[in-house]
């Protein structure tokens, strides 16, 4: 169970690291743009949300593992 919670932890660790680097990307994206189609600000809003939001959930489900990492090593 422990290898299984930690290789779960490994890939939600990887997940949220991709996510912000994609929310970094949008970042930069949408400043070096400037002001541009209303739509095409739009589409990248709600793609930095979305990625905003996938990040929160893997961040969410990794502190679960590692409360779970937690109890088991408390016994």
């Known amino acids: 169970m422990r290898k299984e919670l ?10 949220i690291d991709d996510a912000e680097e994609v929310q970094d990307q949008l970042k ?7 002001s541009g189609d209303e739509a095409d600000a739009g589409t ?10 996938l990040a929160n959930n893997s961040r969410d ?5 590692e409360r779970a990492l937690a109890r088991l090593d408390a016994g």
């Open 6 to 15: 930690e290789e779960q932890a490994k890939e939600l660790r990887g997940e």
């Open 28 to 34: 930069r994206d949408a400043s070096s743009e400037g």
């Open 44 to 53: 990248k809003t709600f793609e930095r949300e979305h990625e905003m939001s």
């Open 61 to 65: 489900l990794l502190l679960q593992v």
